[in-house]
């Protein structure tokens, strides 16, 4: 039920944003946040948001990405800047609903060339 998009390909110390919507409704979102995985690596939080709009980060990207939501569209957003190839991954975002309903996005593809 989310959509991500924005992936793709990108030389070290570029940029992209990811975005991610859900195709159909979810009421009440409460968290937002985004994930990924490198191949042969566990599952990692990347950045959440909160529905105040409190934020926190993995430790890898803090002062490189932000991550913010725009809720009249249910959408979160990722900003990456100064990318490194170590954040080539699968991406994923996610939802959590206020009543802890979980969703997950399809996963778009973010390869950082060196």
């Known amino acids: 039920q989310l959509q991500a998009s924005g992936g793709g390909l990108v030389q070290a110390g570029g940029s992209l944003t990811l975005s991610c919507a859900p195709s159909?409704?979810?009421?009440?979102?409460?968290?937002m946040a985004w994930y990924r995985q490198a191949p042969g690596k566990q599952r990692e939080l990347v950045a959440a948001?909160?529905?105040?709009?409190?934020?926190n980060y993995g430790d890898s990207v803090k002062g490189r990405f932000t991550i913010s939501r725009d809720n009249a569209k249910n959408t979160v957003y990722l900003q990456m800047n100064s990318l490194k190839p170590e954040d080539t991954a699968v991406y994923y975002c996610?939802?959590?609903?206020?009543?802890?309903?979980?969703?997950w996005g399809q996963g778009t593809l973010v390869t950082v060339s060196s």
């Open positions: 159909g409704t979810i009421f009440s979102i409460n968290s």
């Open positions: 996610n939802v959590e609903a206020l009543n802890r309903s979980n969703y």
């Open positions: 948001i909160s529905r105040y709009g409190n934020t």
